[in-house]
């Protein structure tokens, strides 16, 4: 007579979390060592990591003071990237506005992933609430991204914080909807309710059964996420809903540059081309993790508002 | 036919609803103080007090909610603090730039995305196909804003075939309108058509791989008709929802769109609100947007039917 094993079992034979970050960490250096594009996005990524954490320090100009006698200057071997309005070199507010775009573009994935997964998994056991969570979430779904942060944002005033914030809640809302959906088809699958015959307590199964097998589609997404939240805030900077004019970020310095377009075309040039670079690579990385784990997902997911 | 259709509208209603309960509440609980920006900077708490009370800003929550609502019903959107107008009254010159933009963009961006991602997946695997998603990829990265500047850089400012900036509207003429909004409607189109061109192409590779597919070929039909007589319209329900997708999106792009370009369309308003402050004009057209992105929503799920006999609910 067979014996009916839990199947969660499996994952607790599971190699320990270092060996499989291991695992996972040659993995990806064998894919990009077999696909270009992937190398490219990923040291698209590392670079723009080591700007935001080290850019203050490489910076050779005091990016805040301004020189109205260097104003407007062109690119050159002082100021690669010319000079702004106010003669504040644009080479060293580029890198610097690498950190607002990383933080925030970082804080809104981890904020709205972490929140949508756990509240959908608990709350998708108990009928009531998840009817009543879905409405607010159609609700919050059916105003544009960056409408609903600006309006959030003149209410509750611009600041960092404010800005992942308003992006976080539209994103939690879009995930919440992603990760039911998956949750709903998982929850009538043949193992799960083997799971459930076998007296697994809910939370449990929740954890060990539901989580890993929809860990592709939340990982796919995040990328997604990430692409779109830093292109909101670059937009909520660009109109002058994002953070001071003096403090960096891609958005507000393209928005200089859009007043001095005649002679100072570099302002809004450069920074522009780093915010598309650093989106282009999130994407690309996106579409490869989404080829390697399941090529079903191709063209399934749905991104996140386009500005 | 007709049951499928009553269903999803009913469905919708409490979608509205929704909208209305969060753009009513983010406004109720913000910190601004309507009386204040009303009264300006020098007003006495009497006059703060006395204004909260004619408005009815002093009345329980429910009671301004539910006021609100009745008069949304009514086809009153509020008054504006700014201009102590109807905003009825002040969005009605604002509607012909956004739905022109918004007309012509739907209209290119689908003719340029399906053709796009049809000729991709027809010639897929090719140069040609791969060229064709760099730039799909390249589209959906760049930034509407970024691209408008750039655009403008190049064949305004430098070429001068167009101008800087100046909307013209319809009665101005048909040319000259089109004229105007050339480069908005250009920028919109590609980074729509972008995201269009590669659902399309995915969703017709998935069909081309059906049996049917197969079938109709060893039956000798051709390759243009397999194309667009069977693989085209089950390939349509994805492209069908990618473009209500991307009225959505467009939604956020006129925004910035019409900031850069100086349009006199919802857009601009909505950024001159936010920036004097102006709640009742922010909440109006949250809620006027959302509601028009819900239908667009309800039309393309009534479109999926007619698309797929088999959906019915």
Known sequence: MATITDPATEWELAPPMSARLRGSLGATYRAARRDK?????????????????FAPTLARTDYERTDPVNRLLGPSTDHWFGTDNWGRDVFDRTIVGTRLSFLVGASVTVVSTVIGVSVTLVISYFRLLDSILMRVVDGFLAFPTILLALALISLIGPSVGNIIIALSVTATAGKIRLVRGAVLSLRESTYVEAAKAVGVPVPRILMFHVLPNIVSIIIVQATFTLAGAILAEASLSFLGAGVPEYVPSWGNIIATGQGYMQVGFHISFFPGLFLTITVLAVVLIGDSIRDHLDPKLRGRLKTTAHS | MLRYITQRVLV???????????????????????????????????ILE????????????????????LNLLRGDLGTSYFSGREITFLITPRLQPTLSLGFQVVVLSTIIGISAGMLAAWKAGTRLDKNLMVLAVLGFATPGFWLAFLTIWVFAVNLGWFPVIGYKPLSAGLIPHFHSMF??????????????????????LEVLREDYIRTARAKGASEFSVFLRHAFRPSAIPVVTVIGASIAALATGFVLTETI???????????DAIVRRDYPIIQALLMVVATVLIGVNLIVDILYAYIDPRIRY
Do not use: K
Not at chain 2, 51 to 65: A, E, N, S, T
């Open chain 1, 37 to 53: 594009v992937l190398a490219f996005s990923i040291t698209v990524l590392l670079i723009g990591l080591f700007l935001a954490f």
């Open chain 2, 12 to 46: 919708s209603i409490p979608v509205i609803f929704m909208v209305g309960i969060i753009t009513f509440t983010l406004v109720y609980i913000g910190p601004g103080d309507p009386a204040a920006i009303i009264a300006g900077d020098e007003a006495t708490p009497e």
């Open chain 2, 50 to 69: 006395r204004i909260r009370h004619d408005l009815g800003f002093d009345r329980p929550f429910l009671v301004q909610m539910g006021e609100w609502f």
């Open chain 2, 183 to 204: 480069l908005p409607v250009m920028v919109n189109s590609i980074l729509a058509s972008a995201f269009i061109s590669r659902i399309t192409r995915s969703a017709m």
């Open chain 2, 261 to 271: 370009f100086a349009i006199p369309g919802l857009g601009r308003m909505l950024v």
